[in-house]
């Protein structure tokens, strides 16, 4: 039908944090990379690397959403956005409707030299545990993802960081 858009994407919600955390291939280790919460101070980071992204993670910032770089050797290798929603009943963020006390990561993305080593995995892994860790959101199964049908390296990502679909 003309004018309406039909979207395929898989939910998933965080069964627990995982105990194995081996997802890093050779030749990259934990120590490889640096972890940081995006604010005003490093924002601009991203440009060296997603330029046309810096205006809408700008955007993210404002609006009190909290975002991840993955960094190695001084530049940005993979990124996520977390919304949290701690003021609404539910609301309602692109396609997706996120329950009050819920936490939806967004925004995924990989430097295309870097895929396929376990960082998306491990990002995602690192960004949970903070949450949890702060207070942040009460519970694992309170942490949602989605992504494409097709997308599947991306859902193979989702579930080595024990995510479940649903």
Same mark, same amino acid.
């Given at each position: 039908?003309?004018?309406?858009?039909?979207?395929?994407?898989?939910?998933?919600? #965080?069964?627990?944090? &995982?105990?194995?955390?081996?997802?890093?291939?050779? &030749?990259? =280790?934990?120590?490889?990379?640096?972890?940081?919460?995006?604010?005003?101070?490093?924002?601009?980071?991203?440009? !060296?690397?997603?330029?046309?992204?810096? !205006?809408?993670?700008? +955007?993210?910032?404002?609006?009190?959403?909290?975002?991840?770089?993955?960094?190695?050797?001084?530049?940005?290798?993979?990124?996520?956005?977390?919304?949290? =929603?701690?003021?609404?009943?539910?609301? +309602?963020?692109?396609?997706?409707?996120?329950? +009050?006390?819920?936490?939806?990561? $967004? $925004?995924?993305?990989? $430097? &295309?030299?870097?895929?396929?080593?376990?960082?998306? &995995? !491990?990002?995602?892994? $690192?960004?949970?545990?903070?949450? #949890?860790?702060?207070?942040?959101?009460?519970?694992?199964?309170?942490?949602?993802?989605?992504?494409?049908?097709? =997308?599947?390296?991306?859902?193979?990502?989702?579930?080595?960081? =024990?995510?479940?679909?649903?």
């Amino acid at each position: 039908m003309r004018g309406i858009e039909i979207r395929k994407f898989n939910v998933y919600r #965080l069964r627990k944090l &995982p105990e194995d955390k081996k997802f890093l291939k050779s &030749p990259f =280790n934990e120590r490889s990379f640096i972890y940081r919460v995006v604010d005003k101070s490093n924002l601009e980071n991203i440009i !060296s690397t997603r330029p046309e992204m810096y !205006s809408e993670y700008k +955007k993210f910032l404002e609006e009190g959403e909290l975002g991840y770089y993955v960094y190695f050797e001084n530049k940005v290798i993979a990124c996520g956005w977390v919304f949290l =929603n701690l003021k609404h009943d539910k609301i +309602k963020k692109k396609y997706i409707v996120i329950p +009050k006390g819920f936490a939806w990561l $967004h $925004h995924f993305w990989t $430097h &295309p030299d870097f895929r396929g080593y376990g960082i998306y &995995p !491990s990002l995602l892994t $690192h960004i949970c545990e903070d949450l #949890l860790s702060q207070n942040k959101i009460s519970y694992p199964k309170d942490i949602l993802i989605d992504t494409s049908c097709t =997308n599947i390296a991306s859902n193979r990502g989702i579930l080595k960081a =024990n995510f479940e679909f649903g």
